[in-house]
């Protein structure tokens, strides 16, 4: 399938190239050299260098070089505009891209490895990559959402820490007294506001869809948006509810990090967290941060979402097709996956080393990793298959009008799923 340029991605990848060609220019291109093997990914990290040096003693006549090219959009448009240039690089990281360039040719099937290792790998860590029953990415490390809480706080109200809220019912009723009782001092929730471009906000806001299996998607691979779905209408207003009790000023802090900060510093009580967040809180002094299961409405179940998922992919014109393959497998090998947790603090994607660390690991940890093992209601992220940026925009727009006013909800999204109706 060719891919179909419009005048618009032309201009924005003419402004990539004039990019990279400034801030890339010591960093090597893609060259002809058969000994150039080249990765896009983080670089430096305790993990990588051991994946590196394997690597390397295997093939030392490669010369192996790993170029960060940044996360999310902008890591997208740099992959889509290598390709363009037919300088793809031979490995290339990602989260939740990957179907949309194997639609296109442009990766390689990895159902050879995965075969010899589904049996073992949490299978919606690979789930968003398939791509007409073939997977085109394979992860190194996953995360999942759980539910966060700092005991301090909830104390402080005269609430007991130990009997976390299970329903939304009850977590509305606590995060009230809880911002009575803190008299502007503390808070009863942290509820990340959609200002921007905060995906994060969006991806919080998913697992409480998910309990209602209302996400905003037509399709089970969550591809094409509905953001008209009435199974979401409960959702955006026990949004409405709870935001009534988020500290002053949160909701409008575009900086992630200084949102969930917020609960670590005593000013709020509870919130939807990552997996990454245990060590967080502990390196912010939060000694008596706690972890449970989310919240449900009583008419809905158990859901979570996968998050900071990290997939590699391997470009199909690049170079080194097999060398790429063969990477992409050392990083689901047993070896590598016991190293996950020790040295990145993320989650391994095999159950056997899943298993195995949970005997090992603080309660906290725990916590996210029975999410992965026992929920049976895990989803990904959404993957929109046509114009992603505008349909993110409409998104955006859509949880600012929910959250910012007080306008008929249903009114809301159909003025949504009308603006998405246009971009076709």
């Not at 990765?39 to 590196?52: A, F, H, K, Q, R």
């Not at 921007?196 to 905003?216: H, M, N």
């Not at 209408?233 to 949160?250: D, K, S």
């Not at 000013?267 to 449900?296: K, N």
Request: hydrophobic share 40%.
């Amino acid at each position: 399938m060719k891919r179909r340029i419009s005048i618009i991605t032309l201009l924005v990848l003419t402004i990539m190239v004039g990019y990279q060609t400034q801030t890339q220019a010591e960093s090597p291109k893609r060259q002809d050299d058969d000994n150039t093997f080249i990765v896009w990914g983080p670089s430096g990290l305790e993990l990588d260098e051991y994946i590196i040096e394997t690597f390397q003693a295997r093939h030392p006549e490669l010369e192996i070089v790993v170029i960060d090219q940044g996360w999310d959009e902008a890591l997208r448009l740099s992959l889509e505009n290598a390709i363009l240039m037919g300088r793809p690089p031979d490995v290339v990281i990602g989260e939740n891209y990957f179907r949309t360039f194997a639609a296109e040719g442009e990766l390689l099937p990895l159902d050879d490895i995965l075969a010899k290792y589904a049996d073992d790998i949490v299978p919606v860590t690979y789930a968003g990559t398939i791509y007409e029953g073939s997977v085109y990415a394979l992860p190194l490390f996953t995360g999942v959402f759980a539910f966060e809480r700092n005991c301090s706080v909830i104390e402080s109200a005269g609430l007991d820490c130990d009997e976390p809220p299970q329903y939304w019912d009850e977590l509305l009723a606590e995060a009230a007294a809880i911002t009575e009782a803190g008299a502007g001092d503390y808070f009863g929730y942290t509820l990340q506001g959609p200002g921007g471009t905060a995906v994060g906000s969006a991806f919080r806001i998913a697992v409480f869809q998910a309990q209602l299996d209302a996400l905003p998607c037509a399709d089970d691979a969550c591809t094409i948006p509905k953001f008209d779905n009435p199974n979401a209408i409960p959702v955006y207003e026990f949004l409405r509810e709870i935001a009534a009790y988020t500290p002053p000023g949160l909701m409008d802090n575009t900086n992630e990090g200084q949102v969930y900060e917020a609960l670590f510093r005593g000013i709020s009580a509870y919130q939807i967290a990552g997996s990454w967040h245990v060590g967080w809180a502990a390196d912010a002094g939060c000694d008596t941060c706690r972890y449970s299961p989310i919240p449900i409405p009583r008419e809905g179940h158990s859901a979570s979402l996968l998050v900071g998922n990290v997939l590699y992919g391997a470009p199909s014109h690049a170079p080194h097709p097999e060398l790429a393959k063969e990477w992409i497998e050392l990083l689901i090998s047993p070896e590598v996956q016991e190293r996950v947790f020790l040295q990145l603090g993320r989650l391994p994607v095999r159950r056997s080393v899943l298993s195995s660390i949970r005997e090992t690991v603080d309660p906290a940890t725990a916590t996210f990793i029975d999410e992965l093992l026992y929920n049976e209601d895990l989803t990904i992220l959404p993957q929109w298959a046509n114009n992603p940026r505008e349909t993110w925009a409409i998104y955006n727009d859509l949880l600012i009008a929910v959250l910012k006013t007080d306008r008929p909800i249903p009114e809301i999204m159909a003025e949504a799923q009308a603006a998405i109706d246009a971009l076709e």
